[in-house]
């Protein structure tokens, strides 16, 4: 049986310390480095490999994952693993991860139950 890890995808600055914590850190600057991350990610999920890690939760900084097409997000995030939760960054909250949490509520529930 799989042993499953957490990830953080962001800027080197911003995620780098979480390694204390033993989350895996990647490093990138773009929404689409992190979609390609994503994707690599969701790969391993679904072909059951054993040599490479397998995250069971992914942490994104907001900045980053604001800049992914939310299709292509939706795609990666489909299925029960890997959870994608949206982090705010040095700068604050966007309110992409509240925005996110909403439309799961709403799409769950069918009203918007959070305002």
């Known amino acids: ?44 999920l679904a072909t ?20 992914i097409d939310p299709d292509e997000l939706a795609k990666v995030s489909s299925g029960a693993l890997p959870a994608v939760v949206a982090l705010p960054g040095i700068e604050g909250s966007s309110g992409a991860g509240v925005a996110k949490l909403k439309a799961l509520a709403e799409r769950a529930i069918g009203s918007d139950i959070l305002g």
């Open 48 to 67: 059951n490999k054993e040599e490479g890690e397998q995250f069971a939760v992914v942490l994104i900084i907001e900045r980053i994952l604001q800049e």
């Open 1 to 44: 049986m799989a042993e499953y890890k957490i990830a953080i995808i962001g800027p080197e600055k911003v995620v780098s310390g979480f390694r204390a914590l033993d989350v895996k850190p990647f490093f990138v600057e773009t929404g689409g480095d992190a979609l390609e991350i994503l994707k690599t990610i969701k790969k391993n």
